[in-house]
């Protein structure tokens, strides 16, 4: 009865998906305010929190593989529809997270973004990879709480950096009320896990544009040692912060704005 009406389907793009993970001790609480900046800003945005780490309960020293620990960031992508791509970052200890991640689910990230993070094309494979990647603290002296899920004649388990130190080595130039958040929030880290991060050469993972975000006054990562990986693996394009090394507090509208940049690099919008 009356005219035939043709209805043509629109197709709404989807707003691009940021997937933040954290650092060893921290937490998804730790980007609150990057998720605040970019939902505002029309991004979708999941925080992942990986086991024993921010309401995850699982104890860390019961953690000795780096595939069990990662195993929220792997189901996650797993459960993502085949059809969707999303911006993938990583903060510090996060960097491996990202690059098992990258190998695992190529077609799944249309990027990947290192923040002050460990970024090894083969994770913790060789001493030279765990030199240049993983933190060196001792010129603080003794600052680490040590878990002994093994035994006390084994190596340690868990690693927590001591609340007196937190602020002078994580946080110098962060707001002191996040620091304080964090020293409420952080847990130990599983640090026998990480070490357990080895992957196996697979050329897929180069298919994954990658950004690294260097944080130039870094007390944890230091600038050296991400010039280093930089050098080693090379990236599609790197950025530098002013920051310590937890820019999401100290310096968030510029790393947010970093994001945003990449973002557009891609040819995408929010």
């Known amino acids: 009865m009356g005219d035939e009406v043709s209805l043509t389907e629109t197709v ?3 707003k691009p998906h940021f997937v933040l993970v954290h650092g060893i001790s921290g937490g998804g609480w730790c980007w609150y305010k990057i998720r605040c900046l970019m939902e505002n ?7 992942i929190d990986l086991k024993s780490a921010g309401i995850d309960q699982t104890d860390p020293d019961s953690l000795l593989s780096f595939d069990d620990y990662n195993k929220p960031l792997m189901d996650f992508m797993s459960s993502l529809p085949d059809n969707e791509q999303v911006i993938i970052v990583g903060h510090s200890a996060g960097g491996l997270s990202v690059t ?3 190998r695992k689910f190529a077609k799944k990230i249309r990027l990947a973004v290192y923040v002050a993070a460990t970024m090894l ?3 913790c494979l060789t001493d030279e990879d765990v030199r240049i990647g993983a933190p ?6 003794a600052v680490y709480e040590f878990g002994f899920g093994l035994g006390p004649d084994q190596p340690p388990t868990s690693a927590l950096v001591k609340k007196e130190f937190q602020r002078k080595i994580i946080y110098h130039l962060s707001p002191l009320e996040d620091s304080t ?3 409420m929030l952080l847990r130990p880290g599983p640090i026998q896990a990480l070490l357990t991060a080895r992957f196996a050469e697979d050329h897929v993972v180069d298919t994954v544009p990658r950004i690294y975000i260097k944080t130039a006054q870094d007390r944890v990562v230091k600038p050296e040692q991400q010039e280093a990986m930089i050098k080693r693996w090379p990236p599609s394009d790197v950025y530098v912060l002013d920051s ?3 820019p999401f507090f100290s310096t968030p509208f510029l790393l947010f704005g970093f994001l945003a940049k990449a973002v557009a690099s891609l040819g995408l919008k929010s």
């Open 41 to 47: 800003s029309g991004y979708r945005v999941s925080c």
């Open 12 to 14: 709404v793009p989807l």
């Open 121 to 123: 094309e083969s994770g």
């Open 136 to 141: 060196d603290l001792s010129e603080f002296g």
């Open 100 to 102: 098992q991640a990258t």
């Open 244 to 246: 310590d090394h937890s």
């Open 181 to 183: 958040l964090a020293g």
